[in-house]
Nanobody, 118 residues
């Protein structure tokens, strides 16, 4: 069955770094656009970073540009989010999403908590 499993979250001090991973199974990963979203307490879920199926193109929310990097390894069926210079406002549950463009194939992981605090 389709699975997206996030890992790598945790507690980090402001200015620190974390690397999130999302391992995929049960679907044709190499064909899917992958997106990282986040949801802070009391706020709506928002997209953070997106990468095309081949990994050739990326987009970022303005507030994370220059600090976060999304990458995709189709051989390992994994998408990553490298987060640096973390701020308290980056605290949220981070989710990965897989979407096949032009279809209703749209899958979500269970999320991983990132807490930035001193």
């Amino acid at each position: 069955q389709v699975q997206l499993v996030e890992s790598g979250g945790g507690l980090v001090q402001p200015g620190g770094s974390l690397r999130l991973s999302c391992a995929a199974s049960g679907f044709a990963f190499s064909m899917y656009t992958m997106t990282w979203y986040r949801q802070a307490p009391g706020k709506e879920r928002e997209w953070v970073a997106r990468i095309t199926s081949s990994g050739s193109s990326t987009n970022y929310k303005n507030s994370v540009k220059g600090r976060f990097t999304i990458s995709k390894d189709n051989n390992k069926r994994t998408v990553y989010l490298e987060m640096t210079s973390l701020k308290p406002e980056d605290t949220a549950v981070y989710y990965c999403n897989a979407k096949l463009p032009g279809t209703q194939n749209d899958y979500w992981g269970q999320g991983t908590q990132v807490t930035v605090s001193s």
